[in-house]
């Protein structure tokens, strides 16, 4: 009798103990990892425009890896929008709302010369304006110049120009350059020179694509880039005001 009185007891005191770790929520584990100390990480070029990605290898001693994330201020989840653009619109799946959608899974595919698309050895340039939410003073650019909806890879944009505005009415060139077989399928920084203060509007033109010798080989060469030219994605990085 005496035996089992104390096994009750006991029963009954470890009811007790498990209810009380129960109230108090697990017990904090302490993980101290030194910062190379079974952990590698590698946030790639990504890191800095929204969604951030990155990999992260977690051992048995845990992981854990501090990053900052910045603003992309012509996100149009984040309220920018498209003001104007010329050529023709081929939305909602290819037009120019794709460039600001953070996805470079989209593109915005526009034409060469005419807006049907018609194949000539003339490039018409093709602008975008997008719209952004607050003044913003730029500190860089990331474009991703690749080719889409169908077109091949001579359709990404080539040669391009980037200028900003306070008021949508004066503009300034902020930057210029070529994109070529290398930089698609990323984004690309492109660093401002000029016109980075109190920005609102953000005007892209593609002056040209990657078409091989364009002049010559269209209208006749089998380039998508003879009738088509396109955009995947801008991202402008600064501070807001
Ligand atoms: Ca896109």
Known sequence: MARRTALKARARAARRRAAEAVAAGPEPVARPVEPDDGLRAVLDEELGRLPARGTVTVTKAGAV?????RRNWAASSGGASIADFNGPDFGPACGPPQVIDTSQATVWGSTTGNDAGDPTNVFVPKFV????PAAVDVTDFAVDPTAGCGDGGSASTGDFRIETSPNGTTWTQAASGTFTLDDRGRLNTVTPTAGTQGVRFV???????????FATNCPGGAFSGCSFTDLTEIEVHGAGN
């Open 203 to 213: 005007r892209f033109t593609i002056l040209g694509n990657q078409t091989p010798d």
């Open 65 to 69: 890896k501090n990053f900052t994330v």
């Open 129 to 132: 304006v997008i719209a952004l």
